[in-house]
């Protein structure tokens, strides 16, 4: 009987990990694309043409690299455009 109940409480705790792994890549896409649509509204791209960009969704940044939500990691040179005087 204990073996039984023990299968069971696994089998729920993988049904859960598998549930809460669902809903993050569901609030990801969600921030994925309130990025891309606050950086259209709030960013002005001086260095192109609007309508030909295709900004990327940053996670997180450290250093000079910036991590997009697919963990791709990018060189941020266009910081040194938008920081000096």
Do not use: C
């Amino acid at each position: 009987m204990e073996s039984r109940s023990k299968n069971k409480l696994d089998e729920l705790k993988r049904n859960m990990i598998k549930i809460d792994a669902m809903q993050e890549e569901l609030i990801s896409q969600q921030e994925k694309e309130l990025i891309v649509k606050n950086n259209f509204d709030y960013t002005l791209f001086s260095w192109s043409k609007q309508a030909g960009l295709n900004p990327i969704n940053v996670h997180h940044a450290k250093g000079v690299h910036l991590y997009d939500f697919d963990g791709k990691k990018y060189l941020d040179f266009s910081s040194q455009l938008m920081n000096v005087n």
